[in-house]
Nanobody
Framework: QVPLVESGGGLVQAGGSLRLSCAVSGSIFGINPTGWYRQAPGSQRELVALISSGGSTNYADSVKGRFTISRDNAKNTVSLQMNSLKPEDTAVYYC?????????????WGQGTQVTVSS
């Protein structure tokens, strides 16, 4: 079972909005969702936005002012509100989570959700 489950991707015109959500599936105990990454065809996976348990955020320069990350600690979910979408935002978006073990942090990923922005 995939440890993190994303939803909310789709096809939207430039200037439109989408909201992505990520939930911990419960298959592995102790995963803390941390944020979103994306990967476009032929490109490496890149950071989009991160959020700490305390609510501190960090955004890629390319999405600042357009995307907003939020979390619900009670539900152990993170969301990404994407406004003013551009064709260059087209990518598969992945939710990232971490679990602290005695040996350090272990990263977990969702299966990804496709976001396509048409011009």
């Amino acid at each position: 079972q995939v440890p993190l489950v994303e939803s909310g991707g789709g096809l939207v015109q430039a200037g439109g909005s989408l909201r992505l959500s990520c939930a911990v599936s419960g298959s592995i105990f102790g995963i803390n969702p941390t944020g979103w990454y994306r990967q476009a065809p032929g490109s490496q996976r890149e950071l989009v936005a991160l959020i700490s348990s305390g609510g501190s955020t960090n955004y890629a320069d390319s999405v600042k002012g357009r995307f907003t990350i939020s979390r619900d600690n009670a539900k152990n979910t993170v969301s990404l509100q994407m406004n003013s979408l551009k064709p260059e935002d087209t990518a598969v978006y992945y939710c990232n989570g971490r679990r602290l073990l005695s040996s350090g942090y272990v990263n977990y990923w969702g299966q990804g959700t496709q976001v396509t922005v048409s011009s």
